[in-house]
């Protein structure tokens, strides 16, 4: 079955640093979101993406997040200056269709020191 | 908040018991998802159900879905040591929306 990858596994940074989340989902897909967890809490929604623009943000994807989609195959978050809270699992995922299930990345743990 | 709720947050069963989780939500839905988390992993789907379907069946998986009362739930029959795991419901909105949200999550622990 095809898989959507994401790099690295583990991200350390330091706090305000900024970091880039990468994410290659499913090729034909067309939406794509970012979701993140913090140790064994909810999975909380960040972003959703469709059609090169965003589709839907959270209150939690403030200024100092941006996606991005650069080259067709890759979809990118970035972190401009992180926080200790900001600490947490992010998962990237994409569907082909709206209203289909959700194929989801491994994630990438992130923790800001 | 279109925010589902899990219920219970945790059940510890025999394996070859059955489990059964629930989800309630608040709004409206086009679809309401079930996935599996292992610990520290990706989440992987189970089951899709429409708003328009009553129940669905996948292997030993069972999905019953309300939408008077805003509810589902999902059935583990036969459960094995291997069914340990996160569960969690996700739901789309009915309209205008693009986001699916999860819902708190159900640990199930299936001692062998």
């Known amino acids: 079955e095809p898989e959507v990858t994401q790099t690295p596994s583990h991200q350390v940074t330091q706090m305000g640093q900024e970091v880039i989340l990468r994410c290659v989902p499913i090729s034909n897909h067309l939406y794509f979101y970012w979701y993140r967890q913090i140790l064994g809490q909810k999975v909380e929604f960040l972003v959703s993406?469709?059609?090169?623009?965003?589709?839907?943000k959270s209150e939690i994807f403030d200024d100092q997040f941006s996606v991005e989609r650069p080259d067709g195959s890759n979809f990118t978050l970035k972190i401009r200056s992180t926080k200790l809270e900001d600490s947490a699992m992010y998962f990237c995922?994409?569907?082909?269709?709206?209203?289909?299930?959700?194929?989801f990345g491994s994630g990438t743990q992130l923790s800001v020191l | 908040s279109q925010q589902g709720e899990e219920d219970p947050q945790a059940l510890s069963i025999q394996e070859g018991e059955n489990a059964t989780m629930n989800c309630s939500y608040k709004t409206s839905i086009n679809n309401l998802q079930w996935y599996r988390q292992n610990s520290g992993r990706g989440l992987v789907h189970l089951i899709l159900?429409?708003?328009?379907?009553r129940e669905k069946h996948s292997g030993r998986l069972r999905v019953t879905l309300d939408t008077s009362k805003k509810s589902s739930s999902l059935l583990i029959t036969a459960s094995r040591a291997a069914d340990t795991a996160s569960y969690f419901c996700?739901?789309?909105?009915?309209?205008?929306?693009?986001?699916?949200?999860f819902g708190t999550g159900t640990r199930l622990k299936v001692l062998a």
């Open positions: 996700a739901t789309d909105g009915a309209s205008g929306t693009y986001k699916y949200i």
């Open positions: 159900i429409r708003s328009n379907e």
């Open positions: 995922a994409s569907t082909g269709d709206w209203g289909e299930k959700l194929f």
């Open positions: 993406f469709y059609n090169n623009e965003i589709s839907e």
